[in-house]
C-alpha cells in the first residue's frame, strides 16, 4: 500500500465509479480495478459493494475512506514542511473547533500571521468536542478549541486561554413562555422542551449550575453543531440552550437570546497535543499568540 493507492482510492469513493476515477486519474480502468483487489487482498476485507450504477462502500470501506483523508492530508504536510526552505515558514495549520465566536479572534490573527508568512494556508474543520480531542489525539489536527476547562486534560494537551468570555443562555421562541423573561433560571428550564448540545450535556460547569442531573430536562432533541438546532428552534420544536451569538439569526427572526442567572460564561481555549512536536508553521502560531496574549 502506498500514497499513490490511497489517491486512487479516495478518487473511486468519491466519485462512485471506476471509469469516472480513472479518468479524472489518467489511468485504464483494468489498473484501477487491479490496484483495489490487491488493496482489499491486502487488508482482508471487502471496500466497495459494486452495483450495476455506481459503487458504494462498505463498512470496512468507510473506516478506510476516513483514515485515507486523514494520512494524505499528514503526508502533504509532512512533504510541505520537509520541502519548505530553513528559514521560510509554511505548511497548513488545521484547527478544530466548533461553530463559535471565538473564530473571529483567531481569524484576526490568522490573518497577522499571514501577512507575516504568506505562504502560510489554514484548515478550520467545524465539529463538536468529541470530533476536536479525536483529531488531535490521531494527529490530524494542530490545533483545538474547547470552551470548558473541564474538557482539556491537562495531561494530555497544553492551551492557552484565549481573551473571549461568552455567555450561555436560552434561543427562545415568541410562543416559548420564556419568551418575555429578561433572564433563564434552573427552574425556568426544566418547565420547557429543549434542544441541546451533547457537549452542555458533559459540561461540568453547566451541571453545577443546574444543580440537578441533565434528566430532570425536558430535552426533545441533542445537536453537535448550533446552525442546525436553530433550523430546528425556527420550526417551533423547542427552544435552544446554546452560547450568545454561536447561529446568525434570519433578518426577520423573532428569536430572542435571553442569558441564564445565575450568569454562566464559558472561556475558548486553544489546545495541542502535549507530547507532539509542533511544526514550524504551528509553532510560529502559539508564539504569535502568547506574545498577543502577554499584550492584553
Known sequence: MDIRVLRYFIAVAE????TAAAEALHI????????????EDELGKKLFDRGSRRITLTDAGELFYRRALM????????????????DEVSGTISIAMGESPVLNFLAHNLTELKQKYPKLKFNIVSCNDD????LLKNEVCDFGVMISASEIGLNEYSYLTLPLKNSWGVLVRPESPLYDKECVTPDDLKKVPLLFS??????????????APTSKLN???????????YMLAEANLADMVCLKDCV??????HMKFIPLKPALEASGF????EQRTPSKAAAKFIEHLRRVLNKE
Do not use: D, G, H, M
Open 15 to 18: 466519485t462512485k465509479s471506476v
Open 28 to 39: 485504464t480502468q483494468p489498473t484501477l480495478s487491479r490496484q483495489f483487489k490487491e488493496l
Open 71 to 86: 494520512i494524505l492530508e499528514l503526508f502533504n504536510n509532512t512533504k510541505a514542511e520537509i520541502s519548505a526552505e530553513n
Open 131 to 134: 470530533t476536536v480531542r479525536y
Open 198 to 211: 451533547t457537549q452542555s450535556l458533559r459540561n461540568e460547569e453547566f451541571r453545577s449550575w443546574l444543580n
Open 219 to 229: 430535552i426533545v432533541c441533542t445537536y453537535n453543531l448550533p446552525q442546525n438546532a
Open 248 to 253: 446568525n439569526l434570519k433578518q426577520n427572526s
Open 270 to 273: 486553544l489546545v495541542w497535543k
